[in-house]
Structure formats: C-alpha cells, structure tokens
C-alpha cells in the first residue's frame, strides 16, 4: 500500500542545470499535481493533471514542465535550475480533484546553488 | 482573488490546553473548506472538511465549522496532546481545481 511515492527525498544542483523529481501512485487517482512549499506561504500549486495526457498550469508554473503519459506517474522538470527554486516540493492525488481528500508524497528537498 | 489567511505561529501550548487556529478566506461562491495536518518530515494529510455553511467537520477531537458570514473556519480542539505537534494548513479549493493553502500555523505542544 504505497499511496503516493516521490523521489529523490533530498537534491542539490548547481544553477543552470536540470532534473526531473518523480512521482507515481497506485490508488488510481485520475487528478495529480505538484506543490511547492516555501516558508510562511503555504503550498503553492505548480502544475496539475486531471487525467492522462491532459496537465494544467497552477499558480506558480514557470520553470517546470511536465507530463502525464500514465495514470501512474506524473514526473516535474526543472529545465535550468535557478535559485529561486530551492523549495520542498510535494505531489498530491486524488480520486476526483480537490473535492476528494488529497494523498500528499513525502517530499523531495531540492537546493539550488 | 481567491486567499487564506490563518494566525502566524507557531502557538506553544501546555498538555490538555484549549486550541483555536483561527482561518479566514476569500472567494467567489461557495468553496469546500479543508484543514490539513503536516507532521514532520511527512506530507500533508486531510485531518478535516466542511462542504457548506453551517457544515461542521471533525476529526480525532478537532473541529471547524464553515462560517460563511465571517468568511471563517477556525480549528479548535479541546484538550491537546503531544502527538498533535504539527503544521497546520487551512485551505479552500474556490479555484476549480486547485486548492488555496494558507501558510500554516506551527503548533507544539510541551509536556
């Protein structure tokens, strides 16, 4: 019963360059999306995905792409890292969007320099 | 726009005192509102969620009522524990899709 799974747990790149942060469930939530969580402001929406082959812009979208190619996985690209993007980021699901509870990962620590 | 507000902490309390985090929200309509809980090194888990004015939601001893006159949705509890040392979130999801979060309210709890 793995609910949502993110890796890596912790990451440090050097400004310029890129990576993907993964993720995948397996409680066949059609809705996923990715957060950023930065101190004293909450989480702020990135990117969403109500279902395969379709993603949304959140709140806060620039610098990241991603895809969703499965139900399962919904990886975050960082295509050239900057400073500002040194967060802790989460992804959530859930069955039906926000209507339903959302099952957050454990997050993934990034530290750009 | 869409926005939530809760109390800054973090707010240090005693074993068996009385908790109240206060939240209060902007939006367009009538959006479900959420509490959700971070302890640490996890991610955030729903603790509870109210649909309509007037719904109360409750969960392991806390409670929040949808107040849509003072825009508000306080969470109280009435005799907290040690376990419950947490973030606390408030959010709404007025934003079709997307949930608004507040930005969390640090409670610790001493023995």
């Known amino acids: 019963n793995a609910g949502v799974t993110q890796t890596p747990k912790f990451q440090v790149l050097k400004t310029g360059q890129s990576m993907t942060l993964q993720c995948a469930q397996d409680?066949?939530?059609?809705?996923m999306s990715w957060y950023r969580q930065d101190p004293g402001m909450g989480l702020r929406l990135i990117h969403y995905?109500?279902?395969?082959?379709?993603?949304d812009q959140g709140e806060v979208p620039n610098g990241y792409n991603v895809s969703r190619s499965t139900t399962e996985d919904f990886p975050l690209r960082l295509l050239s890292a900057a400073p500002s993007q040194t967060s802790v980021y989460f992804c959530?699901?859930?069955?039906?969007?926000?209507?339903?509870?959302?099952?957050f990962g454990n997050g993934t620590r990034l530290t750009v320099t | 726009g869409n926005s939530v507000t809760q109390m800054e902490g973090p707010v240090t309390l005693s074993e068996e005192a009385f908790l109240t985090i206060n939240c209060t929200y902007t939006?367009?309509?009538?959006?479900?509102l959420f509490w959700y809980v971070q302890y640490p090194g996890e991610g955030l888990q729903l603790l509870l969620k109210?649909?309509?004015?007037?719904d109360k939601g409750s969960n392991k001893g806390f409670e929040a009522t949808y107040r849509k006159e003072t825009t508000s949705f306080h969470l109280e509890k009435g005799s907290v524990q040690v376990s419950d040392s947490a973030v606390y979130f408030c959010?709404?999801?007025?934003?079709?899709?997307?949930?608004?979060f507040g930005g969390g309210t640090r409670l610790m709890v001493k023995p």
């Open positions: 959010a709404h999801d007025n934003a079709g899709n997307m949930l608004t």
């Open positions: 109210a649909t309509k004015a007037d």
């Open positions: 995905s109500v279902g395969a082959g379709i993603t």
């Open positions: 939006a367009t309509g009538y959006p479900s």
């Open positions: 409680m066949n939530h059609e809705y």
């Open positions: 959530a699901s859930s069955y039906s969007g926000t209507a339903s509870p959302l099952h």
